[in-house]
Structure formats: structure tokens, C-alpha cells
């Protein structure tokens, strides 16, 4: 079901579906709350799945700024209304950042946390995955106003080029669509860019967060490019994790090993509710 839940900066485009413990799944870039389309179905078997447009993404209104921690605050202030209270969260690349930050700062509210394919800005552990300097898109992405100016009219081009890369598998045309209708026009453009250009913001924040640590019960996930080091980033921070990297799978996982990722994910949310319980 497709909701429009209003925020105190706008709203967010949510889809809501299944029943069950609460479960918030967060995309990223190019991506939209369609990137899951291929395992939300399992998941709502179980769970009640909230996947929106990320702020500023696609349907979704933009909020003030799109750092860590006001990109996750728009999702909790979601959930909480629609009457949910605590919940688990699965985050891929862009969303991982605000995903972090509310394990870090509400632990109160995350049940438990999957986090995939991404370098958390700021925190040490990704040395080797940026020693080369980070992908070349960061740099074009982050200058203000360039990105959208060049892109306009190259949108499908653009995106297209990021999920054949994400995804070699190949995505059905339909789903592919829409996710490039979700960064289409120079506001949307711009909006995702702004997730490349709060990066710094994003940094100062976990810094000052990952102080606290994490007794949040946390998977990390890896695949190519980004394999463990996400994990390594995580592992003094959190007092329970585990983690896992998928060989031969493409940066966006949920497309293109929805499977694989279900085998990690149900047991371990299940595992998660079971001593909850």
C-alpha cells in the first residue's frame, strides 16, 4: 500500500505491506523504494516492511538538509507516524550513514540494524577501499550545481549506467524505469546529489555518535566493491555484529542476489526476535 506520510519538512512516499515486527528498509543512490521490490514480498510474509523514497528522492519532499542525521530523523519521525515503535532496519550505500547514526544515537528505537555496501565517511577501518581516493563520482556529485546543470536530459543515460554496474545480472525493464523516473529532472538530480554533498556534515556527526557505541545487534554486508570493509568500520563500534560478503555479486544486492540476501537477512532477524521475545 502506497502512503504519503506528512512530516514536520514535507512528506515521504512510503510503500507499507505485510504484518508483523516492524521493518524499515532504506535505498540508495540511483536507487528508490523499488530496489526492493524483488525480496519485499518475503519479507512482509513476516514483517511490516515501510520502504520509502528516500527524503528528497523520487516522490519523496526534500528536507532541509540531507546529512546522516537529518535523513534519519525524516525516517524514525515516519515510523512513528504510522504507529510504529521500535523496528529493524536494512539499509544499502547512501542510506547506510543515516542508518548508522540511528543505531548509534536511539539504539531505543532500532531493534536491529542490516547494513550494506557502503564506507562509512569519517570512520577509520576504510583505508585500503580508499586508497586509491574514493569513485570518481563522489567528486562530480559533491560540486555544487555541476552534476544536475550536465545531466539534465542525460538522466536515463546517467542512472542506467550506475545499475547495469550495481546489478550485472540485468534488472527487468519495468523495475529499471522506475527507478530512473526517481532521479529524472534537475530537483531530483540535485536531491540525490545532496546525500554526495553533506558528506562532510555526515562525517562530523558519526564521529561524535560512534563514541557511544552500538548494542544494536548489526549485520554487515559486503559484495563488490565495497566486501568488508564496511565490517571492519563497524566492528569497534558495535558490541554485536556479524557480517558477511557475497562473492560475485553486484554492488546492489537486493537486485541482483535477492536469494542470497534473504538467506542472510531472515535468520538473522529471526534470531534477533527470538531473543526479544
Request: with cysteine; net charge negative.
Amino acid at each position: 500500500m502506497f502512503r504519503a506520510v506528512p512530516l514536520t519538512t514535507g512528506r515521504l512516499a512510503v510503500t507499507v505491506v505485510g504484518s508483523g515486527p516492524a521493518l524499515l528498509l532504506a535505498h540508495g543512490w540511483p536507487h528508490s523504494r523499488h530496489v526492493w521490490d524483488l525480496v519485499l514480498d518475503r519479507l512482509a510474509t513476516d514483517h511490516t516492511v515501510i520502504a520509502p523514497d528516500l527524503p528528497g528522492v523520487g516522490d519523496s519532499d526534500a528536507p532541509p538538509s540531507f546529512d546522516a542525521a537529518t535523513v534519519a530523523g525524516c525516517l524514525d519521525e515516519a515510523c512513528r507516524a504510522l504507529g510504529l515503535g521500535e523496528y529493524a532496519v536494512i539499509a544499502i550505500d547512501a542510506a547506510v550513514p543515516a542508518a548508522t547514526w540511528l543505531t548509534l544515537a536511539h539504539p531505543d528505537r532500532v531493534r536491529a540494524a542490516v547494513l550494506m555496501e557502503s564506507a562509512l565517511p569519517g570512520l577509520p577501518g576504510a583505508e585500503d577501499f580508499l586508497a586509491g581516493g574514493p569513485p570518481w563520482w563522489f567528486g562530480f556529485h559533491a560540486a555544487a550545481g555541476l552534476a544536475e546543470t550536465v545531466l539534465v536530459g542525460h538522466e536515463a543515460e546517467y542512472v542506467t549506467w550506475f545499475l547495469d554496474a550495481g546489478a550485472p545480472g540485468g534488472i527487468d525493464g519495468e523495475l529499471r524505469g522506475r527507478l530512473v523516473d526517481a532521479h529524472t529532472g534537475r530537483d531530483r538530480l540535485r536531491h540525490g546529489f545532496g546525500y554526495y554533498r553533506a558528506l562532510p556534515r555526515t562525517a562530523q556527526q558519526l564521529a561524535v555518535a560512534a563514541r557511544r557505541g552500538s548494542r544494536v545487534p548489526t549485520l554487515a554486508i559486503g559484495s563488490s566493491p565495497v566486501g568488508d570493509t564496511l565490517a571492519r568500520q563497524l566492528a569497534p563500534l558495535c558490541d554485536d555484529l556479524v557480517s558477511a560478503v557475497l562473492p560475485d555479486t553486484g554492488h546492489i544486492i537486493p537486485l541482483d542476489a535477492p536469494g542470497a540476501l534473504l538467506d542472510l537477512v531472515l535468520p538473522f532477524l529471526r534470531d534477533v526476535e527470538a531473543t526479544r521475545a
